[in-house]
């Protein structure tokens, strides 16, 4: 990764996301308060994979940027714990699984561009006292 730029930033997860079979970079940019989570696409490698430089930069990835993947209330106050998971429901496309400031847990379904907002906040058998997510 770049060595510059990543103290406001948390990685959320590196899968394939947009649905090209090449995996992309997910994370959280608490530099933007008009991005809070960004998708950087990633670039395929010469053996299969992604190019490992076009995930550490924007201005190397495929679309030579970073785009919006979800706007405001995902910053580092208001989700503390954000991890992206694998497919949880099916879909094709790897999902999110967060925690609000009090440990409500909350699974969310990705999308291959944005996400895709349908929250169903669960915190069931004292998930809330878990430490990590995954």
Same mark, same amino acid.
């Given at each position: 990764?770049?060595?510059?730029? %990543?103290?406001?930033? /948390?990685?959320?997860?590196?899968?394939?996301?947009?649905?090209?079979?090449?995996? /992309?970079?997910?994370?959280?940019?608490?530099?933007?308060?008009?991005?809070?989570?960004?998708?950087?696409?990633?670039?395929?490698?010469?053996?299969?994979?992604?190019?490992?430089?076009?995930?550490?930069?924007?201005?190397?990835?495929?679309?030579?940027?970073?785009?919006?993947?979800? *706007?405001?209330? %995902?910053?580092?106050?208001?989700?503390?714990?954000?991890?992206? *998971?694998?497919?949880?429901?099916?879909?094709?496309?790897? /999902?999110?699984?967060?925690?609000?400031?009090?440990?409500?847990?909350?699974?969310?379904? !990705? !999308? *291959?561009?944005? %996400?895709?907002?349908?929250?169903? !906040?669960?915190?069931?058998?004292? %998930?809330?006292?878990?430490?990590?997510?995954?």
């Amino acid at each position: 990764m770049s060595a510059t730029g %990543w103290t406001a930033k /948390d990685i959320v997860g590196v899968r394939d996301i947009s649905g090209d079979e090449v995996p /992309d970079l997910l994370f959280r940019d608490n530099a933007d308060l008009n991005r809070t989570l960004a998708l950087r696409k990633g670039k395929p490698g010469p053996s299969g994979g992604a190019d490992l430089n076009s995930l550490a930069t924007a201005s190397a990835s495929e679309g030579a940027q970073d785009n919006t993947y979800a *706007t405001t209330g %995902w910053g580092r106050a208001a989700i503390p714990m954000v991890l992206g *998971t694998p497919d949880a429901n099916g879909d094709g496309v790897p /999902d999110i699984c967060a925690a609000n400031p009090i440990g409500h847990q909350y699974p969310m379904r !990705g !999308g *291959t561009t944005q %996400w895709l907002g349908d929250a169903s !906040g669960r915190d069931e058998d004292d %998930w809330h006292t878990f430490r990590t997510i995954g």
